[in-house]
């Protein structure tokens, strides 16, 4: 992986020609892209190198690619390239997290010494998550899909052995569970980590340009194809290609896919030449294709041969337990990225959230972390009682043993603050965490919970 990769974002293609050139001198990698969209493909949890990138411009513009980053990597150097008169957004951009950012007109010498700055300290940043990982911390994978059921230990288990392989994988999850989260981490870890991740909306493809969208075309292959354009796979090659919910791929499309899969070319349209493709397939999907299969909606052979290795994401129903602690994780990122001092969580808050149904998964319980950053109720207002009457000894369990979780978490599993912080004995904690199934360790790492 290179470290001296820099990615030049700039609509304006003269700048971005003169401006690689320039940093080409001083003995940079530069990546030159025409749109900020094109970025979110190529950087990761392990992306070595930083990002250059102009304010103003069409469609993505340079602040929403800086929040667009922070959410996958917070510690990715963005060195912004304002105009005469941004100031302003300067400021919004440096409270914001920006690495950075640099006036025009500027000097080549100036932006190379703000960028080798940049890659010191991106250097750092990886050299110590790769030393607490080493070191028996929490590593990248506990970090971005934390939880301490069995059900999540089981899940990173899994995706440590499959993320090392070259195997196309299968995710599968409701709504709002972090598919794309996991499917990211699969990259992140693999042998294409600095190669492109990029990622397709199957629900969100043009029925009329969608083979030229994945496959690409040539001049000429069909009216207003005025010159030859990658397609989505073409444009993955050494890297991951993600098929976000799989399922709604239109069934004539399957057999074409299917293919591609088993053969690994593709044939650009207006081509009969193959081109090979070089590429690993995640694809995810929060319903069931088997279902699917026997609906007639899917195909059995392409089922059978993306699922070579098949992970399944937990649903916070599934997990319940873990939400105290996940709930308090997301609050402190929502500080972190809203600038915010850091929240004080009441246990009673937090028993109120772990008693919630989350039909939105984590997606849902992020919003309501950034609510509660906000100053908002974390409670929206569609939000009712659980369904259906309760005892009031269960209610009185129910609140009990989310105080108790709640306290667990906040103190990091450690016992004689949680008891001193609720008044009563040790030997009482120790009662009520037996009765209610709660384990001190639902802090720690994988290798303390294995068992």
Same mark, same amino acid.
């Given at each position: 992986?290179?470290?001296?990769?820099?990615?030049?974002?700039?609509?304006?293609?003269?700048?971005?020609?003169?401006?690689?050139?320039?940093?080409?001198?001083?003995?940079?990698?530069?990546?030159?892209?025409?749109? /900020?969209?094109?970025?979110?493909?190529?950087?990761?949890?392990?992306?070595?190198?930083?990002?250059?990138?102009?304010?103003?411009?069409?469609?993505?513009?340079?602040?929403?690619?800086?929040?667009?980053? +922070?959410?996958?990597?917070?510690?990715?150097?963005?060195?912004?390239?304002?105009?005469?008169?941004?100031?302003?957004?300067?400021?919004?951009?440096?409270?914001?997290?920006?690495?950075?950012?640099?006036?025009?007109?500027?000097?080549?010498?100036?932006?190379?010494?703000?960028?080798?700055?940049?890659?010191?300290? +991106?250097?750092?940043?990886?050299?110590?998550?790769?030393?607490?990982?080493?070191?028996?911390?929490?590593?990248?994978?506990?970090?971005?899909?934390?939880?301490?059921?069995?059900?999540?230990?089981?899940?990173?288990?899994?995706?440590?052995?499959?993320? /090392?392989?070259?195997?196309?994988?299968?995710?599968?999850?409701?709504?709002?569970?972090?598919?794309?989260?996991?499917?990211?981490?699969?990259?992140?870890?693999?042998?294409?980590?600095?190669?492109?991740?990029?990622?397709?909306?199957?629900?969100?493809?043009?029925?009329?340009?969608?083979?030229?969208?994945?496959?690409?075309?040539?001049?000429?292959?069909?009216?207003?194809?005025? +010159?030859?354009?990658?397609?989505?796979?073409?444009?993955?090659?050494?890297?991951?290609?993600?098929?976000?919910?799989?399922?709604?791929?239109?069934?004539?499309?399957?057999?074409?896919?299917?293919?591609?899969?088993?053969?690994?070319?593709?044939?650009?349209?207006?081509?009969?030449?193959?081109?090979?493709?070089?590429?690993?397939?995640?694809?995810?999907?929060?319903?069931?294709?088997?279902?699917?299969?026997?609906?007639?909606?899917?195909?059995?052979?392409?089922?059978?041969?993306?699922?070579?290795?098949?992970?399944?994401?937990?649903?916070?129903?599934?997990?319940?337990?873990?939400?105290?602690?996940?709930?308090?994780?997301?609050?402190?990122? /929502? /500080?972190? *990225?809203?600038?915010?001092?850091?929240?004080?969580?009441?246990?009673?808050?937090?028993?109120?959230?772990?008693?919630?149904?989350?039909?939105?998964?984590?997606?849902?319980?992020?919003?309501?972390?950034?609510?509660?950053?906000?100053?908002?109720?974390?409670?929206?207002?569609?939000?009712?009682?659980?369904?259906?009457?309760?005892?009031?000894?269960?209610?009185?369990?129910?609140?009990?043993?989310?105080?108790?979780?709640?306290?667990?978490?906040?103190?990091?599993?450690?016992?004689?603050?949680?008891?001193?912080?609720?008044?009563?004995? *040790?030997?009482?904690?120790?009662?009520?965490?037996?009765?209610?199934?709660?384990?001190?360790?639902?802090?720690?790492?994988?290798?303390?919970?294995?068992?």
């Amino acid at each position: 992986m290179s470290e001296t990769r820099v990615l030049l974002v700039d609509d304006e293609e003269e700048m971005r020609h003169s401006t690689a050139q320039a940093l080409g001198l001083f003995g940079f990698d530069v990546d030159t892209l025409s749109s /900020a969209e094109d970025v979110l493909e190529l950087i990761g949890y392990s992306f070595s190198g930083v990002v250059v990138s102009d304010i103003r411009m069409p469609g993505m513009d340079g602040m929403t690619l800086l929040q667009r980053i +922070r959410e996958v990597d917070a510690e990715i150097p963005v060195i912004l390239v304002t105009g005469h008169g941004d100031v302003q957004l300067a400021v919004k951009a440096m409270r914001e997290g920006v690495y950075d950012f640099i006036e025009k007109p500027f000097t080549a010498q100036h932006l190379a010494g703000i960028i080798r700055r940049g890659l010191d300290r +991106r250097s750092l940043v990886l050299e110590n998550r790769r030393l607490r990982a080493v070191a028996g911390k929490r590593d990248d994978i506990e970090a971005r899909l934390p939880g301490r059921t069995q059900a999540m230990v089981d899940l990173r288990y899994r995706l440590r052995a499959i993320g /090392a392989t070259d195997a196309d994988t299968l995710i599968i999850g409701e709504t709002g569970v972090g598919k794309e989260v996991v499917a990211r981490a699969l990259h992140d870890i693999s042998a294409r980590a600095d190669k492109p991740l990029v990622a397709i909306n199957c629900a969100a493809l043009p029925e009329n340009l969608i083979e030229s969208e994945l496959f690409g075309h040539e001049a000429g292959a069909f009216p207003g194809a005025i +010159r030859p354009r990658y397609g989505k796979f073409e444009h993955g090659r050494g890297g991951t290609i993600l098929l976000d919910e799989i399922g709604s791929m239109p069934f004539d499309l399957q057999a074409k896919f299917l293919r591609v899969l088993q053969e690994r070319v593709i044939t650009r349209l207006g081509s009969n030449e193959p081109v090979p493709l070089d590429v690993r397939f995640i694809a995810t999907s929060k319903v069931d294709l088997e279902a699917e299969v026997a609906a007639g909606r899917f195909r059995a052979d392409l089922l059978y041969r993306l699922n070579v290795a098949t992970l399944h994401v937990p649903s916070l129903a599934q997990r319940k337990a873990d939400i105290p602690l996940l709930f308090l994780q997301l609050v402190r990122e /929502a /500080a972190a *990225r809203y600038m915010r001092s850091d929240i004080e969580v009441p246990p009673e808050l937090t028993s109120e959230i772990a008693e919630r149904s989350w039909p939105g998964n984590v997606r849902e319980l992020r919003n309501a972390a950034d609510r509660l950053v906000l100053g908002l109720d974390p409670k929206p207002e569609e939000a009712g009682a659980p369904a259906g009457p309760q005892r009031l000894a269960d209610k009185v369990a129910t609140y009990e043993r989310g105080i108790i979780a709640g306290a667990l978490s906040a103190h990091g599993g450690s016992l004689r603050p949680v008891y001193e912080q609720l008044g009563i004995s *040790r030997k009482t904690l120790y009662e009520k965490m037996q009765k209610y199934g709660l384990d001190k360790k639902m802090t720690f790492t994988d290798d303390d919970y294995a068992v």
